[in-house]
């Protein structure tokens, strides 16, 4: 039985939350709280293959320390907004 719509939201908001440092839990919790729902299924697909990568690596895309993958750069970019606006509010 295919995954449904919402589930697929629930379980990569939950897998946002449960990281392997503090840093991203805080930082991917909020832009999935934000954006998952409204995104489409290529988007969701991005972003589930973007969960399986390493969080020091996501850490140092996140924070432009390291350039990210080519695939991942327009989703980076979109979090390190979220991050930026979150700072100005």
């Given at each position: 039985?295919?995954?449904?719509?919402?589930?697929?939201?629930?379980?990569?908001?939950?897998?946002?939350?449960?990281?392997?440092?503090?840093?991203?839990?805080?930082?991917?919790?909020?832009?999935?709280?934000?954006?998952?729902?409204?995104?489409?299924?290529?988007?969701?697909?991005?972003?589930?293959?973007m969960?399986?990568?390493?969080?020091?690596?996501?850490?140092?895309?996140?924070?432009?320390?390291?350039?990210?993958?080519?695939?991942?750069?327009?989703?980076?970019?979109?979090?390190?907004?979220?991050i930026?606006?979150?700072?100005?509010?």
């Open positions: 039985m295919p995954e449904t719509a919402e589930h697929r939201v629930k379980r990569l908001a939950m897998r946002s939350m449960r990281r392997g440092i503090k840093e991203m839990d805080l930082i991917l919790s909020a832009f999935a709280q934000a954006n998952l729902a409204s995104m489409d299924d290529a988007g969701l697909t991005l972003y589930d293959r969960l399986n990568e390493n969080d020091h690596d996501l850490y140092q895309w996140v924070t432009g320390q390291v350039d990210p993958p080519t695939d991942y750069a327009g989703l980076i970019n979109r979090i390190k907004a979220q930026s606006t979150a700072r100005t509010v």
